[in-house]
């Protein structure tokens, strides 16, 4: 049977004999697969041409082990297994036993769990993009995609060439090469390659790197900044100049100067002149100069053009002492002249140099009366009305002096009672003179106010700015309204309450140090009502209110409270004091009050946010001294903004719905406080 099937062959024969590759990428070497082989593999279910290595690869693959590689992450201290079959992979490509970039398992985890993103085109004005794979990403290590060109530029860039262009710089021939690159930037500006730049060429860019920009001071009188002179406006001069001669720097304002040169504009103000209704002209020039001198955002005091003809058409004069004896005079000058004159009053009576320094030197002296031996007090103005010989020196006290006068003469028919009236004395020389804001008495205090504070059983003087003030009808001022709110709660009590109202606009806490002997001290107050500061903000610059300037302008108000608070040791034991807060004000961009303040739009938000500043700073300052205070802005918008603007009579002054609710607060924290008993313990 089997010599019958002999010539039939093996089943092998059917499958030919073949030559494969090697399995081993980059292995160049072939596999023999005879027609049995094939069979064999097919009947177990593999393929008829399997996938092997060859000899040379084998040989090599037994010798092989498997290594532990860095991680290519920048910073990953972590290893991932390079086997040996990825070895033997990498030496038939060729690189020998160096292994490829590849990454630990957390890396590989992170690559997966990753996504690929859109990165922007590097080019300046193309919005295509190009992707950065999830495996770049984390090779980066950084986290920061590179800078590359998508696909649309890069193919843009092929058909660009480099061309030679003339230097920008005046009076130079040379050129410069505009590459395609550049020419690709230019593109995507949406610019023509018709219009190319303007740019240096080779000679001019070395001398341009030879330069530095330097830091030249403002050409504005008094101003500290400074303005950039360029480099390349240094080369554009050098260029210019004739060979042997030095280029001539340029004088500029610095750029706050010119912004706001550029921004200001003339105007029209009202002259310093009370009696006056003329105004002068206070020009940009002007505006940047006395911006240099200070941060006040307000004209300075100024005389108009008729006043200052007047003035000059006077002369100094020499008026007599109004001491009695005194044969010198006091020098009467053209400004008071003037000042005098425009309010219809006549030359005032003061005091020579001589007294002055005379009274300023001396002091009272404690003498002892001749008869009794009771020490008596020999005031200053006595001393020297005794040096002019108008009177003698005094030797015996008051008591002595009324006993001797009883003898002389006969004692009257009925003795007259006693009027218990407080005498109110204002000082005529200060600090004061020395500011013409503040120089002339409050505009609500007068001789009758002075006079009805003398017959006063309480004095109460509202010390502080134009929200104390409140106009020029004293009849609709808070001060006044409160009076006569105390009048009818507190009169039966104590008697007749008088409220002196010593607001001056614009005057700030500063100044009101400077004036306090004058518009406080004299009248010895029970309570006193203080507040400057819408004032002391409103003085601000707006474009000087920025964040590194708004610390140091607060500490200098907070100064200047610490000096108002140390004045008023000088006042009676009995004097208590309160403070107050305005209502919320709403300043005007470029300062321009328009009718619309409250829907225009146009507040400015860097002054009011200074002025909510100095608040906060007077809250924290009143309640770490325990010092009363009447918060004004948090009352009026206790009901919202809606019900505090209809408190408003305009962007900072209460109406007269708002100077009563304020009258009303005042009322009720000097109840709450007690802030009258300072009559009781007088």
């Known amino acids: 049977m089997g010599n019958r099937f002999d010539n039939f062959g093996s089943l092998g024969d059917l499958f030919p004999e073949t030559e494969i590759k090697c399995r081993i990428r980059g292995c160049r070497n072939t596999i023999h697969i005879s027609g049995d082989e094939a069979m064999h593999n097919l009947a177990k279910g593999n393929s008829s041409r399997p996938d092997k290595m060859c000899e040379e690869c084998y040989q090599l693959f037994l010798t092989l082990q498997d290594k532990e590689v860095p991680c290519s992450k920048p910073g990953c201290t972590a290893t991932w297994t390079w086997n040996r079959f990825q070895q033997l992979e990498n030496a038939a490509s060729g690189h020998a036993d160096t292994p490829p970039r590849g ?46 060109l998508c696909e649309e530029c890069f193919q843009t860039l092929k058909k660009l060439e480099d061309r030679e262009l003339p230097c920008r710089v005046r009076a130079c021939n040379n050129t410069f090469v505009w590459n395609k690159y550049l020419q690709l930037e230019h593109l995507h500006e949406g610019k023509s390659l018709d219009n190319p730049p303007r740019r240096m060429c080779e000679g001019c860019l070395n001398k341009f790197q030879g330069l530095s920009n330097s830091t030249e001071p403002c050409k504005v009188h008094g101003c500290k900044g400074t303005w950039v002179y360029s480099a390349y406006e240094q080369l554009e001069n050098l260029i210019s100049c004739k060979e042997g001669e030095s280029p001539e720097k340029p004088s500029r304002m610095c750029k706050e100067c010119f912004d706001f040169f550029n921004a200001a504009k003339d105007q029209e103000v009202t002259c310093k002149n009370r009696g006056c209704d003329k105004t002068w002209l206070w020009t940009r020039s002007m505006q940047l100069g006395f911006r240099q001198k200070g941060d006040i955002n307000h004209p300075p005091s100024r005389m108009c053009d008729d006043c200052m003809s007047r003035l000059k058409s006077l002369s100094e004069t020499e008026e007599p002492c109004q001491i009695q004896g005194c044969k010198g005079t006091w020098t009467y000058r053209p400004e008071d002249q003037l000042h005098d004159q425009l309010l219809g009053r006549k030359a005032p009576q ?7 320094e005379f009274l300023g030197s001396h002091e009272a002296l404690e003498i002892a009366c001749e008869r009794c031996g009771k020490v008596f007090s020999w005031s200053s103005q006595e001393q020297l009305l005794c040096s002019l010989g108008v009177f003698g020196k005094p030797e015996l006290c008051a008591d002595c002096v009324q006993k001797e006068m009883a003898v002389i003469r006969p004692p009257a028919a009925k003795p007259t009672p006693k009027v218990d009236k407080y005498t109110i004395r204002i000082p005529q020389g200060g600090t004061w003179n020395e500011d013409p804001l503040i120089r002339e008495w409050p505009p609500h205090m007068s001789r009758e106010s002075i006079s009805r504070m003398e017959e006063a059983a309480i004095r109460i003087v509202c010390f502080g700015d134009e929200m104390t003030s409140c106009g020029s009808d004293l009849s609709k001022s808070w001060p006044a309204l409160l009076e006569k709110r ?25 100044l009101g140090c400077r004036r306090f002997a004058r518009d406080v001290l004299p009248f010895e107050p029970h309570l006193l009502i203080v507040s400057f500061a819408f004032s002391d903000t409103r003085m601000q610059h707006p474009e000087s209110l920025k964040k590194e300037n708004m610390a140091e302008r607060l500490e200098r108000l907070s100064a200047d409270f610490d000096q108002m608070r140390a004045l008023f040791g000088q006042l009676p034991a009995y004097c208590r004091s309160l403070f107050w807060l305005p209502n919320p004000v709403f300043p005007q961009q470029d300062g321009i009050q328009m009718p619309d303040w409250r829907e225009n739009g146009r507040i400015d938000e860097n002054v009011r946010g ?27 918008e206790i009901g919202g903004m809606h019900s505090a603007l209809r408190w408003m009579e305009n962007w900072f002054q209460p109406n007269e719905i708002g100077l009563n609710n304020f009258v009303g607060w005042f009322e009720n924290m000097i109840q709450s406080e007690n802030l009258l008993q300072g009559a009781q313990e007088e």
Not at 111 to 132: A, H
Not at 486 to 510: D, F, H, M, P
């Open 103 to 148: 990454f630990c398992a957390a890396c590989r985890e992170e690559i997966r769990e990753g996504s690929d993103l859109e990165q922007p085109c590097r080019m300046r004005g193309c919005k295509n993009t190009w992707v950065w794979s999830r495996r770049m990403q984390v090779q980066s290590g950084n986290g920061k995609p590179p800078r590359r």
């Open 350 to 356: 003061k005091t020579c140099k001589a007294c002055q």
């Open 486 to 510: 105390l009048q009818e709660r507190y009169g039966q009590e104590y008697g007749k309450i008088g409220v002196l109202n010593a607001g001056i606009s614009g005057c700030t806490t500063r």
């Open 610 to 636: 200074f002025f909510e500043a100095h608040l906060r700073q007077v809250r924290l300052k009143c309640r770490n001294e325990s010092i009363p205070l009447l918060d004004g802005r948090a009352l009026f």
